[in-house]
């Protein structure tokens, strides 16, 4: 991992959505949790220093249906869209950055969006999608 891609925000930020579930955080199973399993992924990352982990987008949890608030979710989808190194032909959807994001896509809109490479192209995207959401998220990146 470059000394530049570091994950203690998107971190602290997934902490921060696990800390207002309204599940017990001591019971969570991480398997079948949204954000638990988009948290997991980046502590495995940061021991591994490695910001891929093979193959880990085939096991994100599908069927979470717990109630997700774009007030807790949206910033750290801004931190994954500042993160995002932009990769193109080299993308893969197992880079922490991406998993997150599709994690947290998922939890808000049940589907994972495209992410074209720019934040500017992905919130129109967004604002096609969900117009409430594209301007919380430029909110959320404002205060970045």
């Known amino acids: 991992m470059s000394g530049d891609f570091n994950l ?4 602290k930020l997934l902490n921060d959505i696990c800390r207002k579930c309204d599940q017990d955080a001591q019971k969570c199973n991480k398997a079948t949790c949204l954000a638990g399993f988009a948290l997991w992924a980046v502590k495995f990352v940061e021991k591994k220093n490695n910001p891929v982990i093979p193959g880990v987008s085939g096991y994100i949890p599908m069927s979470d249906f717990k109630p997700y608030y774009a007030d807790d979710t949206m910033p750290a989808v801004a931190e994954t869209c500042l993160r995002c190194k932009e990769c193109r ?3 893969t959807d197992d880079c922490i950055i991406a998993l997150v994001r599709h994690c947290l896509e998922l939890a808000l809109w049940g589907e994972q969006l495209s992410y074209p490479g720019s934040v500017f192209q992905y919130m129109a995207l967004l604002k096609g999608k969900d117009l409430e ?3 919380e998220l430029a909110a959320s990146l404002r205060k970045i």
């Open 89 to 91: 032909d080299n993308h």
């Open 133 to 135: 959401g594209a301007g």
């Open 8 to 11: 203690n925000t998107l971190e």
